[in-house]
């Protein structure tokens, strides 16, 4: 639970940037383009836009209105403007990307089977992809990490289990196992057990010590 949250965070803050740059606040959004600009490439034409008449726009489109370039390095400080919106954050993969491992991490205790693509003749455009493969991603990753933690779990009760049964046993070992030992020389094997010690305190031959 406390990982699903602290995810949903990761993965909510993105969004925030362009709520908080539509408000005003554009030093708390700027703040967030810079945190996750170390996360993601940020090209603003593989990116959702908020509070603008379309949810993403083509290369033309953003060079029509910035900087007529190719260069990524330009194009990503584009982060929008009052007329298209503003950009997301994180790119449309690596929205698809957590936001599948968020999915993923809450149905996970109810996971089941999931049919995954369509029919031929329903191909995705260019743009969805990496969304939709990303979001695939993010869920298979989950399905494995959790699985992986979860194996590695049982590995650990298993172990503590196993320590506990050997302390166990080693227990009713020691209860079980004989409390005297009878010691008889040649010439007492005919005429019973002789118990005495010597004035030194030392067990002799027909001597009953205790050794438990």
Same mark, same amino acid.
């Given at each position: ?17 362009? &709520?908080? %740059? ?17 996360? +993601? ?14 949810? %993403? ?6 060079? =029509?209105?910035?900087?007529?370039? !190719? ?10 403007? #009052?007329? %298209?919106?503003?950009?997301? =954050? ?13 999915? =993923? ?5 109810? *996971? #089941?089977?999931?049919?995954?693509? @369509? ?5 995705? *455009? ?11 991603? #993010? +869920? ?11 194996? $590695?779990? *049982?590995? *650990?009760?298993? !172990?503590?289990? #196993?320590?506990? &049964?050997?302390? $166990? ?17 040649? =010439?007492?094997?005919? %005429?019973?057990?002789? $118990? $005495? ?8 031959? @027909? ?6």
């Amino acid at each position: 639970m406390t990982a699903n949250i602290l995810l949903a965070l990761y993965t909510g803050l993105p969004w925030l940037a362009p &709520v908080f %740059m539509q408000l005003g606040w554009t030093g708390a959004g700027s703040l967030i383009y810079l945190i996750y600009s170390t996360q +993601c490439h940020q090209l603003p034409q593989r990116s959702f836009f908020l509070f603008g008449p379309q949810p %993403m726009y083509s290369l033309s489109d953003i060079q =029509a209105v910035w900087q007529n370039t !190719a260069n990524p390095l330009i194009l990503r400080q584009f982060v929008g403007n #009052g007329e %298209m919106g503003w950009k997301v =954050a994180w790119s449309d993969r690596m929205v698809s990307l957590f936001t599948g491992l968020l999915a =993923a991490g809450l149905l996970q205790p109810s *996971r #089941g089977v999931v049919r995954v693509g @369509g029919s031929p003749s329903s191909g995705p *455009r260019r743009e969805t992809l990496p969304v939709e493969f990303g979001g695939l991603h #993010g +869920c298979g990753d989950q399905v494995v990490a959790v699985d992986e933690v979860r194996r $590695h779990a *049982r590995e *650990r009760e298993d !172990a503590r289990l #196993g320590d506990a &049964v050997a302390v $166990h046993v080693r227990h009713e070992v020691g209860r079980l196992r004989p409390r005297h030992v009878i010691i008889l020389d040649h =010439a007492q094997m005919g %005429m019973g057990v002789n $118990h $005495h010690l010597t004035s030194q305190g030392q067990p002799q031959a @027909g001597d009953l010590t205790e050794i438990g």
